[in-house]
């Protein structure tokens, strides 16, 4: 009888394993899902980096034509402020275990600092045969496409885990 109730207990458990789903939806925090799209973002310039170097472009051409396309979704009647909020409010958003530092303002300039940008990267920049410098010059090309917009300067100037942007008018 034991050996009875050993098996139809065995059968019960076996029968419960494999009622349950094998796969269920996950429920990301809001810390998780930031992250992740965090991720996503840099990982598809560093994947579109990637794809322009094996067609043979440079990474110059690649920003200036991803740059040239993003510029026609922005608001070219845009204030000055309104580029510098922006932009402080992208690298922010980019760099969420990075620190965004303003270092000097006034009401014609901005230059602020932007560490760790996004550090997971590294792995992925490695792994394409990317490098920071390369990204950087990126995100410099891509982002003074959108200042050119209103005729203002853009620059990033990155010294390894720091880049520091600089935004004027001309």
């Known amino acids: 009888m034991k050996k009875l109730i050993?098996?139809?207990?065995?059968?019960?458990?076996?029968?419960?394993?494999r009622?349950?789903?094998k796969f269920t939806v996950p429920s990301p925090s809001a810390l998780q899902k930031y992250n992740t799209a965090a991720w996503q973002w840099n990982g598809a310039y560093v994947i579109m980096i990637k794809y322009?170097?094996?067609?043979?472009?440079?990474?110059?051409?690649a920003a200036t034509a991803a740059g040239s396309i993003a510029a026609?979704?922005?608001n070219s009647n845009m204030t000055f402020d309104d580029l510098v909020n922006s932009m402080l409010y992208t690298y922010a958003v980019m760099a969420p275990s990075?620190?965004?530092?303003?270092l000097e303002q006034s009401p014609d300039m901005v230059v602020f600092s932007v560490a760790n940008l996004?550090?997971?990267?590294?792995?992925?920049?490695?792994?394409f045969k990317i490098t920071r410098a390369e990204l950087s010059k990126f995100y410099?090309?891509?982002?003074?496409?959108?200042?050119?917009?209103?005729?203002?300067?853009?620059?990033?100037?990155?010294?390894g885990d720091i880049s520091t942007v600089t935004i004027s008018k001309n």
């Open 98 to 102: 990075g620190k965004i530092e303003i």
């Open 72 to 74: 026609a979704t922005w």
């Open 6 to 17: 050993i098996l139809v207990l065995g059968f019960m458990f076996v029968l419960a394993a």
């Open 19 to 21: 009622g349950q789903d």
């Open 140 to 159: 410099a090309i891509y982002g003074k496409q959108i200042a050119d917009l209103i005729g203002a300067k853009y620059s990033v100037i990155d010294t």
């Open 118 to 127: 996004y550090k997971p990267l590294d792995n992925m920049l490695d792994e």
């Open 52 to 61: 322009a170097k094996s067609l043979g472009q440079t990474v110059e051409e």
